[in-house]
């Protein structure tokens, strides 16, 4: 039988689509087989998600990953040279250890996840199969295409906080098909553009590839998504529905939050309240981070409110850890969980939060950063693990259609179970 054992682990600093630098890691075996991965990279970042190690003084504002590029090639590479590829939670056990912080700030959460998954691709490589058959078949599940979720209009941290909601976005769960969902949202986004350029506002799209939000107040953003649904010629709630990613720690906290466009400050009532206006007027059905990452009491409340409504989503808040999942759930506070792989550090903490949420009864989002590459492991990860739904980002930018497109060839895999898009949002309104 050919060696699974790794033989050579290279890094490297590639350029994600920022123009920031990030980390790519080879993994190779001693059959000849390689796996290789990129890291991502966030804005709005929780302040209890891996953080990115990043060098280099007045170069590169400082956001340069030489030191993460050296750490995988001097620290993790020999420490992983002989290891079997197949044991990938071992691996993330020893990456865990050799780094030995909290937040993973040592060896770098950047240089960690590029090698993590890297070796799950070369694990992949070495059996022979697609990531996502790798991945059904490691953590015995089924694979299954999922809903995506894909921006119309950027904000927040990702528009240079044009408007404070960083994510507006649709989800088509009428849709019959995962191509008939990508057919559709793309005509909304495009009514979405026309609508804009119409009124002058054209002004080129945010980090994820929704439109640039030229808007004077958050719900004008609302109402031209429900305006561009329309145009779409969709009737807005029916087969379409609005999900927000509100990203509130990116302007508040417990203490209270500043809508810096309407230049209101309210506290976490009135946050609640606005947010469950929106709910009222707008056929909203998913919602990220309604409120701060510290405001416990805030998301208790909201998710009392509107959790047999809408999604909670949790990613700030819970920033893809299963302990913080499992504490949610006692809190009562969300019932889903965005799964960003890089917020964990390791593949192997990414998935134990996924079956976390499998325990506690929480839905899971796999999701891309606002700062990616052509790599496409999440759109293998989202269908390997079965997760139902998945959040790239936009037309326009490649980064992102790379990893939609990659689900349009694999929708042809008979083994990938069926699009059922209805189905993760069956206990909300959409369908009861
Ligand atoms: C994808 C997101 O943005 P970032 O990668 O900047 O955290 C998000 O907040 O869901
Ligand atoms: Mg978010």
């Given amino acids: 039988m050919s060696s699974s054992k790794i033989s050579k682990v290279v890094a490297r600093r590639v350029w994600d689509s920022r123009g920031n630098p990030t980390v790519e890691t080879d993994v190779y075996l001693e059959n000849g087989a390689m796996g290789r991965a990129i890291a991502p990279a966030g804005a709005s970042r929780g302040t209890r998600e891996a953080v990115d190690l990043r060098d280099g003084g007045d170069?590169?504002?400082?956001?340069?990953?030489?030191?993460?590029?050296?750490n995988v090639n001097e620290k993790l590479a020999p420490a992983m040279i002989g290891r079997d590829v197949l044991d990938?939670?071992?691996?993330?056990?020893?990456?865990?250890?050799?780094?030995?912080?909290?937040?993973?700030?040592a060896i770098g959460g950047n240089a960690m996840i590029a090698t993590?998954?890297?070796?799950?691709?070369?694990?992949?490589?070495?059996?022979?199969?697609?990531?996502?058959?790798h991945v059904a078949s490691a953590y015995g599940r089924k694979p299954t295409m999922p809903l995506p979720e894909i921006q119309i209009f950027g904000g927040g941290a990702h528009a240079?906080?044009?408007?404070?909601?960083?994510?507006?976005?649709?989800?088509?769960?009428?849709?019959?098909?995962?191509?008939?969902?990508?057919?559709?949202?793309?005509?909304v986004y495009r009514a979405a553009g026309k609508i804009m350029a119409k009124r002058?506002?054209?002004?080129?799209?945010?980090?994820?590839?929704?439109?640039?939000?030229?808007?004077?107040?958050?719900?004008?953003?609302?109402?031209?998504?429900?305006?561009?649904?329309?145009?779409?010629?969709?009737?807005?709630?029916?087969?379409?529905?609005?999900?927000?990613?509100?990203?509130?720690?990116?302007?508040?906290?417990?203490?209270?939050?500043?809508?810096?466009?309407?230049?209101?400050?309210?506290?976490?009532?009135?946050?609640?309240?606005?947010?469950?206006?929106?709910?009222?007027?707008?056929?909203?059905?998913?919602?990220?981070?309604?409120?701060?990452?510290?405001?416990?009491?805030?998301n208790q409340a909201f998710t009392k409110a509107f959790g047999d409504k809408v999604q909670i989503?949790?990613?700030?808040?819970l920033v893809t850890n299963a302990e913080l999942v499992r504490q949610a759930a006692k809190d009562k506070a969300c019932n889903a969980v965005l799964v960003k792989v890089n917020q964990a550090g390791t593949v192997s903490e990414a998935v134990e939060t996924f079956e976390a949420a499998n325990e506690v009864g929480y839905r899971s989002i796999v999701s891309a950063r606002s700062g990616e590459t052509e790599d496409v492991s999440i759109t293998h990860l989202s269908i390997g693990l079965g997760a139902g739904q998945l959040k790239v980002g936009s037309f326009t930018r490649s980064e992102r259609m790379a990893k939609w497109n990659e689900c349009i060839r694999l929708q042809e895999e008979k083994e990938i179970g069926a699009f059922v898009g209805g189905e993760p949002l069956k206990n909300t309104w959409w369908k009861k």
């Fill in 116 to 133: 993590s998954l890297a070796t799950l691709h070369a694990a992949a490589a070495y059996n022979e199969k697609p990531l996502w058959a």
């Fill in 59 to 70: 170069r590169l504002g400082g956001m340069d990953v030489q030191g993460a590029v050296a």
């Fill in 313 to 317: 989503i949790g990613d700030d808040y």
């Fill in 160 to 187: 240079g906080r044009r408007v404070d909601v960083q994510d507006f976005m649709v989800m088509v769960p009428g849709a019959e098909t995962f191509d008939e969902a990508m057919e559709i949202t793309s005509n």
């Fill in 88 to 105: 990938q939670k071992g691996i993330d056990a020893q990456l865990i250890e050799i780094d030995g912080t909290k937040l993973k700030s």
């Fill in 200 to 298: 002058g506002h054209m002004a080129g799209v945010a980090d994820e590839g929704g439109w640039w939000p030229v808007f004077s107040s958050n719900e004008e953003a609302l109402e031209t998504l429900t305006q561009a649904i329309e145009d779409a010629g969709e009737v807005p709630g029916e087969r379409v529905i609005i999900s927000l990613d509100i990203a509130a720690s990116e302007f508040g906290n417990k203490d209270g939050y500043k809508l810096a466009l309407e230049d209101r400050a309210i506290d976490t009532d009135g946050m609640i309240e606005i947010l469950g206006k929106w709910i009222e007027k707008y056929p909203i059905a998913s919602i990220e981070d309604p409120l701060a990452e510290d405001d416990v009491a805030g």
